[in-house]
């Protein structure tokens, strides 16, 4: 039983393109999270969502769109891919106010 | 702002103890955390220490945080090939949404 899953695990797509991600966790935690990991495995946080609502939202190109339709989802769509946004994207849930529970990562390269 | 600063290698033999260092910045830290990614895998939570702890010791992982000095430490005792992974040090604020910050991670190297 994966506690937090992301698919695609790896996608790869021209410049241009809109694709999503999507995360789901079955652990019953109330607040959700997007992660961006670069090349240099730096992470920092892009959106954080409490039982759907928005809570956090970091300096992040309008690009990226995150969606909650309940509080067990949280996915990512990103319009107009662009080089730099080749990453590894992570989710992450948690109960209010304790760690992270990540899932495995979406690792997205832009050609 | 907040901030996160570890050393990004750190080489160790097997059998030895590794120790991470960290230091943070905000005084309102209520969590510190220490989270393990291995290659092509996820962060994985190792251990957290709350900030009115001063140490918690878990098999061979020793957590050491020292308030007044914002500094956090992670020794591994007896560190074998399967402890070879990107180490992160991350904290949260009493007063932010539940963001957690993390550092630039630590990459431990073991050498036979």
């Known amino acids: 039983d994966t506690a937090v899953s992301q698919t695609p695990k790896y996608l790869v797509t021209q410049m241009g393109n809109d694709k999503s991600i999507k995360c789901e966790q079955n652990l019953g935690h109330d607040t959700m999270y997007w992660y961006k990991q670069d090349s240099k495995k730096f992470l920092k946080i892009m959106f954080s969502?409490?039982?759907?609502?928005?809570?956090i939202n970091e300096t992040v190109p309008n690009r990226f769109s995150p969606k909650s339709p309940d509080k067990a989802h949280l996915n990512l769509h990103i319009n107009s891919l662009e080089l730099g946004d080749s990453a590894v994207y992570f989710c992450?849930?948690?109960?209010?106010?304790?760690?992270?529970?990540f899932g495995s990562g979406t690792r997205l390269t832009v050609v | 702002g907040e901030d996160v600063e570890q050393s990004l290698f750190l080489s160790v033999r097997e059998g030895d103890s590794s120790v991470i260092n960290c230091t943070y910045t905000?005084?309102?830290?209520?969590?510190l955390y220490w989270y393990k990614q291995e290659p092509g895998a996820g962060l994985q939570l190792l251990t957290y220490i709350f900030s009115n702890m001063d140490m918690k010791q878990d098999q061979r992982l020793t957590v050491l945080l020292n308030k007044k000095d914002k500094h956090l430490s992670l020794r591994i005792a007896d560190t074998q090939t399967g402890d070879s992974a990107i180490y992160f040090c991350a904290e949260k604020g009493m007063n932010r949404d539940d963001k957690i910050i993390f550092g630039k991670g630590t990459r431990l190297h073991i050498l036979p």
């Open positions: 992450a849930s948690s109960p209010r106010g304790y760690g992270y529970t």
């Open positions: 969502y409490n039982n759907k609502e928005l809570i």
């Open positions: 905000d005084s309102s830290s209520t969590y």
